[in-house]
C-alpha cells in the first residue's frame, strides 16, 4: 500500500461503491451507506494525500479492499 490516495479521489470511489454524503463539518465529509447495516465513514476534505494511517481507517470503516481503490486509476 505504497500509493498515496487524495481525498477527491477517494470520494469518487466511495460513491461508485453507493455512498452518500450526508453532512460536511470544517474540513471533513460525513458519508454513509445503508445496507444490512448503516456504514459511516468521514473522510478529510480538500486533501492532495491523505496518509496511510488515515486511508487504512476509511478502509475499515467502509469494509472495502485496498483493491477498490487500485481500480481505474
Known sequence: MSDLYSSRYIQKVLERHGFS?????????????VCEETLTVILPANRK?????????????????????????
Open 49 to 73: 494525500e491523505i496518509p496511510h494511517g488515515t486511508f487504512r481507517s476509511i478502509l475499515r470503516q467502509s469494509r472495502l479492499s485496498v483493491e477498490a481503490f487500485r481500480v481505474r486509476r
Open 21 to 33: 454524503v450526508v453532512s460536511q463539518k470544517g474540513s471533513h465529509i460525513k458519508f454513509r451507506k
